[in-house]
């Protein structure tokens, strides 16, 4: 199995690619949806009617841009879940509807193993076994990866992911959507010592995560102080959830005894983050291409590789938008 198109829509981006193994990824386009910035976070249906508009045109342009026909396709891998279920039903009916026509099987493939598996892309890729940091808009958790497909959930976000609590810091501050490039661009400017800020639930045993404490604290900051200090509530808040993240990744490399750490996801983006986790961490850390640190295509066709024992020609359509990752099995 060479050539496999992979199809992203589990949110808000629409993603389309080509992997194969010989020549890596051949075709790669993500379209992000701006219409949510009006509401300041994503709506469902609107994502949904999105996904079906850019579909079609983007697998087009994807098998152009890889110089393929249709036909020299292998197998076309979609996200099945987590994620909106209208969003996920639109690029599986799309993957699997594909499948039939050219006689091909899909793949349905688990979103966050796309993330997890996607720093393998880079050079130098880490070997097994790693511990994991997973953290984007909607999802923050370690996992214990000891090889592909044997992960173990260490600890995980109890209310927002650290993604969704820059979201939410952005529109307190009148700031744009996606919050996550608006906050850190304001960061940029400001004195993080300036405002004391907690590292929530650093101060007791575990590995698990809450930024809702902090965002409310950041609330009551901003009723507080005048526009002109918004640069300092955004780099305050970047460093307390880059502290945080970098307290519970040194903690897992402890408990876990193992010595490299792969961080995934869009806020593995951050560049306040990637310069605390080289610095301050005892192992090696990799991260994926910025390119590949949101949803994308490419590493959902890559994961799809890797699950291309699993596929399957019976047609059926099925999505999960709640699904654990440590369900996944060879």
């Not at 509530?233 to 945080?244: E, W």
């Not at 590949?292 to 959902?300: F, K």
């Not at 024992?309 to 369900?327: F, L, S, Y």
Request: glycine share 10%.
């Amino acid at each position: 199995m060479q050539n496999i198109l992979g199809i992203e829509t589990s949110c808000d981006e629409t993603g389309v690619a080509v992997f194969n193994p010989d020549r890596g990824i051949v075709a790669d386009l993500v379209y992000t949806q701006a219409d949510h910035a009006t509401y300041g976070g994503v709506v469902p249906e609107l994502a949904s009617r999105d996904h079906v508009r850019k579909l079609p045109a983007m697998i087009r342009e994807a098998l152009d841009q890889a110089d393929l026909k249709p036909a020299e396709l292998d197998a076309i891998a979609y996200t099945a879940g987590p994620g909106l279920a209208g969003a996920l039903l639109v690029g599986a009916s799309t993957a699997v509807g594909l499948a039939s026509a050219l006689d091909k099987p899909a793949i349905a493939v688990h979103h966050m193993e796309g993330h997890l598996l996607s720093p393998l892309l880079a050079t130098p890729a880490p070997d097994f076994p790693f511990v994991a940091l997973l953290v984007s808009g909607g999802h923050t958790m370690l996992v214990a990866v000891e090889g592909f497909a044997d992960y173990r959930v260490l600890g995980e976000t109890l209310d927002d992911a650290a993604g969704e609590a820059f979201d939410k810091t952005a529109r307190l501050m009148g700031l744009g959507y996606p919050g996550g490039p608006e906050v850190a661009c304001l960061a940029e400017r400001g004195d993080p010592a300036r405002f004391d800020f907690p590292r929530p639930m650093t101060n007791r045993p575990g590995l698990d995560f809450s930024f809702s404490g902090l965002k409310t604290h950041t609330r009551q900051l901003v009723a507080q102080v005048n526009e002109s200090d918004y640069r300092h509530i955004a780099a305050g808040f970047q460093q307390a959830v880059v502290d945080t993240l970098a307290i519970k990744c040194r903690r897992a490399l402890k408990e876990t005894r193992m010595e490299r750490l792969v961080i995934a996801g869009g806020v593995s983006a951050n560049r306040r983050l990637r310069e605390k986790l080289d610095m301050t961490l005892p192992g090696q850390v990799y991260y994926p291409d910025l390119k590949l640190c949101t949803d994308n295509g490419a590493m959902i066709a890559f994961a799809g590789w890797y699950r291309r024992a699993e596929a399957t020609t019976d047609g059926k359509i099925a999505v999960r938008p709640r699904w654990a990752i440590d369900a996944l099995r060879r």
